[in-house]
C-alpha cells in the first residue's frame, strides 16, 4: 500500500461528500456507489429496498464470508453548504469525516486487497448501507444483518474518524417525541393563555436537571425544539426531540421512567402533553478479551496506533445485540463531528487503510 492509493481514497471521499446524503435520501450517494461498484469489477452489485449498496470480492470459500460495512447517511440536510476545504494535513467540509471517508475506504480497501494478489479465503462482502444517522434507527444494517444472519465470520464497521477507537459495546438508545399543546391565541389580546413553547421550555430544565449516573454513563439530550406560527402568537403547540442513552439497558429503562413522569405531571387544565417513542437502538456486546477485539487492537498497534476499548451507537449494535461478533474502527482521526466544521487528518489515513487490510485477512481465521 503505498500514497498514491491513499490519495485516490481522499479523491473519491471528497466526490462522496458533494453528493447530499441526509437520512432517507440517500438515494444520489447509493446510486453513485453502486456505479463504482459496478466500474471496480466486484460482483453481485445490487441494491435491496432499504437502498443499501451490497458488492462482493470472491473467496475461496472454504471460510464463512466477511461483512464490511460504511454508512452512507449523514446529519445535514440537502441544503447545508457541502464547500470542502483542503491542505495538506487536512479536508474539511460537513460529512467528510462522518462518513465519506468510510464509505471511500470500501473501495480503498478492495484497491488493496487487488494489489496484494491474494484470493481471501471467504467471500468479502462490502456494504454502503442506508439510515445510521438520526431517526434512521440502524434500519440499513438491519436489513443487511437479515440477509446475512450470523452465517458471517464477523462484521467490521466502518466510522471515518475512530482510527483510535475500537466500538465493540453498543449503547442503549431511546428516543422520544415530546408535545405539548395548548389553545394558543393572540400575544396581547389572550395574553396569559398557556403557551406550548413555554411549557416545553419548562419541561426542559427539568429533564436537564435529573441526577444522571457517570459510571456506568447514562446522558440525555433534547436535540430538537420545533413550534410556534409567528412572533406574535400564543404557540399552540410544539415539540422536542429526546435522546436518552445508558451503557446498562436497567439504567436505560429507570431514565425512560423519570421522563414519562415528568410528561404526565407536565399535563394540567388548558395544557396537554404527550410523548412517542421514535427511535430505540438496541444494546450488546462481545468481551474485550474477544479474538475479534484482540485481532483489532493488534492489528492497529502493527501501525503504531495505541487503541481504546469504547462503547458507542454505531451500525455495530444491530449484530451486536443478536450476539454476532462485530467492531467498530476507524481509518483516519478527526474532530467536528456533526459540525459544518468538521474535518478529517489525512496522513493517518494510510495506517488506518493497512490495519483495516491486516483486519480483514486476520478475521477468516477467527474461532
Not at 450517494?29 to 443499501?52: K, M, P, W
Not at 486487497?113 to 467471500?123: E, M, T, V, Y
Request: hydrophobic share 40%; aromatic share 4%; with cysteine.
Amino acid at each position: 500500500m503505498d500514497e498514491r492509493l491513499v490519495a485516490r481514497v481522499l479523491h473519491l471521499a471528497v466526490e462522496i461528500q458533494q453528493i447530499p446524503a441526509p437520512t432517507f435520501g440517500e438515494g444520489k450517494r447509493a446510486s453513485f456507489v453502486r456505479e463504482f461498484f459496478q466500474e471496480t469489477g466486484l460482483h453481485y452489485v445490487s441494491t435491496d429496498e432499504a437502498g443499501n449498496v451490497y458488492g462482493q470480492i470472491p473467496g475461496k470459500g472454504v471460510r464463512p464470508p466477511l461483512v464490511v460495512s460504511a454508512h452512507l447517511d449523514t446529519v445535514f440536510s440537502e441544503l447545508v453548504d457541502l464547500s470542502v476545504k483542503r491542505s495538506p494535513e487536512m479536508i474539511s467540509g460537513p460529512g467528510i469525516g462522518d462518513n465519506s471517508i468510510g464509505v471511500a475506504s470500501l473501495l480503498g480497501l478492495v484497491w488493496a486487497l487487488r494489489s496484494l494478489g491474494q484470493q481471501l479465503p471467504g467471500d468479502l462482502w462490502l456494504v454502503a448501507n442506508v439510515c445510521e444517522e438520526g431517526l434512521g434507527n440502524l434500519d440499513g444494517m438491519r436489513r443487511v444483518v437479515d440477509r446475512f444472519g450470523d452465517q458471517v465470520a464477523a462484521y467490521i464497521v466502518l466510522e471515518g474518524m475512530s482510527l483510535e477507537h475500537i466500538y465493540h459495546r453498543g449503547v442503549s438508545v431511546l428516543r422520544y417525541r415530546i408535545t405539548a399543546r395548548t389553545a394558543g391565541g393572540h400575544s396581547w389580546v389572550d395574553y396569559g393563555r398557556p403557551n406550548a413553547i413555554n411549557e416545553l421550555a419548562a419541561l426542559v430544565c427539568r429533564l436537564e436537571a435529573i441526577e444522571l449516573p457517570e459510571q456506568p454513563r447514562t446522558v440525555l439530550n433534547v436535540g430538537v425544539f420545533n413550534g410556534g406560527t409567528t412572533v406574535n402568537s400564543i404557540a399552540a403547540e410544539a415539540s422536542i426531540e429526546v435522546d436518552l442513552r445508558a451503557e446498562v439497558p436497567g439504567d436505560l429503562k429507570a431514565l425512560a421512567a423519570q421522563v414519562s413522569k415528568l410528561v404526565k405531571d407536565s399535563n394540567r387544565p388548558g395544557v396537554q402533553v404527550s410523548s412517542e417513542a421514535i427511535g430505540r437502538r438496541p444494546a450488546g456486546e462481545i468481551p474485550a478479551d474477544h479474538p475479534l477485539v484482540l485481532l483489532a487492537r493488534r492489528c492497529l498497534e502493527e501501525q503504531g496506533i495505541h487503541a481504546g476499548l469504547n462503547t458507542g451507537s454505531t451500525d455495530a449494535n444491530i449484530p451486536l445485540s443478536l450476539g454476532i461478533p462485530a467492531v467498530c474502527v476507524g481509518i483516519t482521526t478527526g474532530s467536528g463531528a456533526h459540525t459544518p466544521a468538521e474535518f478529517i487528518q489525512t496522513r493517518p489515513v494510510l495506517r488506518g487503510l493497512a490495519s483495516l487490510v491486516r483486519l480483514v485477512q486476520g478475521a477468516y481465521s477467527l474461532e
